[in-house]
Each structure stands twice: as structure tokens, then as C-alpha cells.
């Protein structure tokens, strides 16, 4: 064919399509990464390829590719059975080719088999990159040192509404045999796809700014395959989670493999149930030791009561013989006091008697006028003789009352209603403190119990006169 010779579009293509199919008849092994995928009724399904630059997202390449109904029957199935999911965007997959150039349609690649391991294989190579990053920046175990209450009753839920392990995790809290009560705040979020990453993140930043009314967050979704799960394994969530800060807690549902977001968080469950048996667990924890320590007060106090009958009983038993004593002695001072105060009032009057007979033996000599002055002066000094003798005997009483009040207020009853304490030491009564030795252990005694304490230091009082 000749330079100037004209030949119209289709013919061009014609020739470019014979060419094509002569110089790339055999197959080729491609990688790439698909960003648009559709399939039609007939089975078809038509995909869009690309290729980025290493470190960044700038397309490198790009290709039209079609799978045939014919083929897809059989790709589909085996593909979902080795990766436990179907094609979709955003994963990066090993394809073997045929190139194909149509007239109308232009250039395209025919999709004739999959590999599905290394899609695999590519999921795992980036989760262990996105660890090796979070292990270098230093975050991997933040969120790990942070202390869980150990009553975390107010949660934060990250989750889809109509998720099955968002519901179950509720009836299991809710309905908790011990009837703990939990306060959750659901806080939804896309738990599966491309847009997972960027809701997570924007959950976690509401609770954020509200960390104060929350003990702990757990992020719930419940299930499905290891490619279902794979935007857990996501840099962005991992990063958020390990320097979130509250407590994270996740259930997604694994039985076998663990996200990066499981490694980074405080505590990784298996499932949404195993998140409420955990927090559930946490409380009847805590219930229990302060069952315990409850149990431990109410036997320390009965055994401080019995002992401290004990020893008041001891105590009073010492006392009796020294108030006995201490009475005994009083009712001699007031028996010698009222004595004296006899013999002294029995003298007095003998001596004034005589003196009253001298008096009326010289007034019998006077006059009659004088007489009688005499005799009215006479009953005035009896009248006040007889009133100092009055004055005299109430004083005396009143001693002997102020001996009985004392003694009575000698008493140990009285003594501690005062606010005085009996202090003991290995059961013998301590009124110095030279009978003291220091880091010993002493018993005081009060009016309605007795307590312990130890010594730690002694000084002497300034009062002391020894």
C-alpha cells in the first residue's frame, strides 16, 4: 500500500487489529488494579484497569477489559471460593490476557483467568506494610497502655445500625443475667467497602469531642470473609485507633486472622458477643470484690467488737477496786471533817452558853430597863449564834456533797463521757509515757468502742513536774 493512497477509518483499524493479533497472539500475565467493575444480564462483565505510580495516586496506565459471560461462569465462582469474595474496585489482581483491538470499540483486554492467590498475597503484603509503618512511627501500642476502668458502663458504639452483630452485642448488654446497666451512644459508620475508612475515622473524631461522657469505645461490625474485612486492615483506622483517647475495643468479627485494627487497639474480641461477655465480665469482676471486701469489713468489725468487749470488760474490772478505794477514802475525810465540825460547834456553844449565864447573872443586877435591853441583846447574839451555826452545818454539807460528786464523777462511766480515753498496752493500763515504747501497738478506749494505733513518736509534756 502506497503512501498516497487513501483508505477510510475502518480499514486503518482493520489494519492495525490484523496487526495486533499477528505480532501479540499469545496471552499475557498482568497486574493491575481495577477501578471500575459492572456486570451486565447476558454475564458479561466489563472492568476498568489502571496503574499508579508507586508512591502516590497519579495513573501510570489504563485499559478497557472484558470478561465473557462464557468464562465469567467459571471465574466468578472459583475467585469468590479462594478469596471468600467477588471482584471489585480498588483490589489489585494477577490476570492472564489476550489483547484486542476492535474497530468500533478500539483497544481492549479479554480476560481469560485469575489469579487469586496473589490477590491474597497483595492484601497481606499491605498489612504487613501498614504494620511495619505503625511500629516505626511508634504508635503500635498506645492505645494499649491506656487503663480501662474497671466499671466501664458508658460506651461508645462504632457500627452500621442494621448490622447482625451491632443487634447482637445490644441484646447480649441489655439482657444480662447480673442486670448490670450500660449506657451506649451508636455513632454509625459504613463498615465495609472503599468509603469504610473515611467513616471510622469521622466516628472517632465525634466521640472525640466528647470523650468525657464515655469510659471505652468499641467498634462492632460481625462477620464475613477475609476480604470483606480487609478495610480494617487500613492505615488511617489503625492510626486513629492507636492514639484515640479512650479505650478501643474491637469485635469485627474474625475467627482466625486479626486486622491491623484489632492489633492496635486495647482489647481485640472476636465477635461483637464476646465485646458485651467481656464488658459484662469487667462488672461482675468488680462486684465481686467489693462482695469481697464488703464480707472482709463485717468479720474485721465483729472481731474489733468482740475484742473490744473484751477489754473494756478487763478494764472496768481494774477499776473497781481503785474507785472502791478512792470512796472509801472520801468517806473517812468526811467522817473526820464532820467530827471535827462537832467538836468545834459542841465548844463554841458550851463557851457562849457561859457567857450568856455570866451575862444574865450581871443583869439580874441591873435594872429592870437594863434587863431587858440585856435580854434583847442576848436573843439577838443567840439568833446569830444559832445563824452561824446554820451557815456552819450547811457549809459542811456542802463538802459532803462536793466528796460525793467527786466520787461519783471518779467513775469510769463518767471519766469517758468527758471525752477521756483509757489507753492500754498489752492489756495493762498506761498513765505515763514512760510506759510507752515506740512502733508499739495501743488500745484506746472511748465511751461507745475502743480503736487501735500504733506509736510512732513520744515527747514529754511541758506539764509533767517529774
Known amino acids: 500500500m502506497s503512501e498516497n493512497q487513501n483508505i477510510s477509518l475502518s480499514e486503518l483499524n482493520k489494519l492495525v487489529a490484523n496487526v495486533l493479533k499477528k505480532q501479540f497472539a499469545q496471552t499475557f500475565r498482568v497486574v493491575a488494579e481495577i477501578s471500575q467493575i459492572q456486570e451486565n444480564h447476558t454475564g458479561h462483565a466489563y472492568l476498568e484497569l489502571i496503574e499508579k505510580e508507586t508512591f502516590g495516586d497519579n495513573l501510570t496506565a489504563k485499559a478497557r477489559a472484558t470478561i465473557w459471560a462464557s468464562v465469567n461462569r467459571m471465574l466468578k465462582p472459583y475467585f469468590r471460593s479462594v478469596t471468600g469474595t467477588y471482584l471489585e474496585a480498588g483490589m489489585k489482581v494477577l490476570l492472564v490476557v489476550s489483547i484486542e483491538f476492535h474497530e468500533v470499540y478500539g483497544y481492549s483486554l479479554n480476560i481469560k483467568d485469575i489469579d487469586p492467590t496473589y490477590t491474597l498475597g497483595d492484601m497481606e503484603r499491605r498489612r504487613l506494610e501498614i504494620i511495619r509503618r505503625l511500629e516505626e512511627e511508634g504508635v503500635m501500642d498506645m492505645n494499649k497502655t491506656l487503663e480501662l476502668t474497671e466499671i466501664p458502663q458508658r460506651i461508645a458504639i462504632i457500627s452500621s445500625q442494621t448490622a447482625a452483630g451491632y443487634e447482637d452485642f445490644m441484646r447480649q448488654i441489655s439482657d444480662n443475667p447480673a442486670g448490670y446497666i450500660f449506657y451506649t451512644k451508636l455513632f454509625t459508620a459504613v463498615m465495609q467497602g472503599r468509603e469504610t475508612s473515611e467513616s471510622v475515622v469521622a466516628a472517632l473524631d465525634k466521640i472525640a469531642g466528647m470523650e468525657e461522657q464515655f469510659d471505652a469505645v468499641v467498634i462492632l461490625r ?158 439577838s447574839l443567840f439568833s446569830e449564834l444559832r445563824t452561824q451555826a446554820e451557815r456552819n452545818i450547811l457549809r459542811v454539807a456542802h463538802r459532803i456533797e462536793l466528796a460525793r460528786l467527786s466520787a461519783e464523777l471518779l467513775s469510769p462511766e463518767q471519766t469517758l463521757k468527758r471525752g477521756f480515753a483509757y489507753i492500754t498496752q498489752n492489756n495493762s493500763l498506761v498513765s505515763r509515757t514512760s510506759q510507752l515504747d515506740k512502733d508499739t501497738e495501743i488500745t484506746a478506749t472511748l465511751i461507745d468502742g475502743t480503736f487501735t494505733a500504733e506509736v510512732k513518736s513520744i515527747s514529754k509534756s511541758k506539764l509533767n513536774m517529774e
Open 222 to 379: 460481625g462477620g464475613g470473609s477475609k476480604t470483606d474485612l480487609q478495610a480494617f486492615d487500613d492505615y488511617w483506622i489503625a492510626l486513629n485507633i492507636s492514639q484515640f483517647p479512650l479505650p478501643v475495643l474491637t469485635g469485627i468479627g474474625h475467627e482466625r486472622d486479626e486486622s491491623v485494627a484489632d492489633l492496635v487497639a486495647h482489647t481485640s474480641l472476636k465477635t461483637p458477643t464476646a465485646v458485651a461477655e467481656f464488658l459484662i465480665e469487667r462488672l461482675s469482676d468488680f462486684d465481686s470484690l467489693l462482695s469481697d471486701i464488703s464480707e472482709q469489713i463485717s468479720r474485721t468489725t465483729k472481731d474489733l467488737l468482740f475484742k473490744a468487749k473484751s477489754d473494756l470488760a478487763k478494764l472496768a474490772y481494774q477499776f473497781v477496786p481503785i474507785v472502791k478505794n478512792k470512796i472509801h477514802t472520801e468517806h473517812r475525810i468526811l467522817d473526820n471533817t464532820t467530827h471535827r465540825l462537832e467538836t468545834k460547834l459542841r465548844t463554841r456553844f458550851d463557851t457562849e452558853h457561859n457567857r450568856i449565864k455570866e451575862i444574865f447573872y450581871r443583869l439580874n443586877k441591873r435594872s429592870i430597863n437594863n434587863q431587858q435591853k440585856e435580854y434583847q441583846r442576848l436573843n
